[in-house]
């Protein structure tokens, strides 16, 4: 049984906040990628942010980037995406991803939550 669930989505103005979290039963959790996708309506599912099991590597999407930060407790089994200026072209839904080592973090594998929406207004 592996489980992630995905909470703090909801509906914000473009400029606004949200922070994601992600609770994973998956074990041990700090031996796992973590990783954030989201996809839109109509669209592909799309790579967001990522961070390694001691959380030292950290990528994000170019469209991202500098407005979005990924962070994760692994005492607490939690991975978080704090985002902040969002736009409007945010709007999707957010999946948190677990993969195990050495599969790339920003490879579409591994385990899945349920997704969590996020919609910002213009």
């Known amino acids: 049984q592996v489980q992630l669930v995905e909470s703090g989505g909801g509906l914000v103005q473009a400029g606004g906040s949200l922070r994601l979290s992600c609770a994973a039963s998956v074990s041990p959790f700090s031996m796992y990628v973590m990783a954030w996708f989201r996809q839109a309506p109509g669209k592909e599912r799309e790579f967001v942010a990522g961070i390694s099991r001691n959380g030292v590597n950290i990528g994000y999407a170019d469209s991202v980037k500098g407005r979005f930060s990924v962070s994760r407790d692994n005492a607490k089994n939690l991975v978080f995406l704090q985002m902040d200026r969002l736009k409007p072209e945010d709007t999707a839904v957010y999946f948190c991803?677990?993969?195990?080592?050495?599969?790339?973090?920003?490879?579409?594998?591994?385990?899945w939550g349920q997704g969590t929406q996020a919609t910002v207004s213009s």
């Open positions: 991803n677990a993969k195990l080592p050495p599969v790339p973090m920003r490879s579409i594998s591994g385990y």
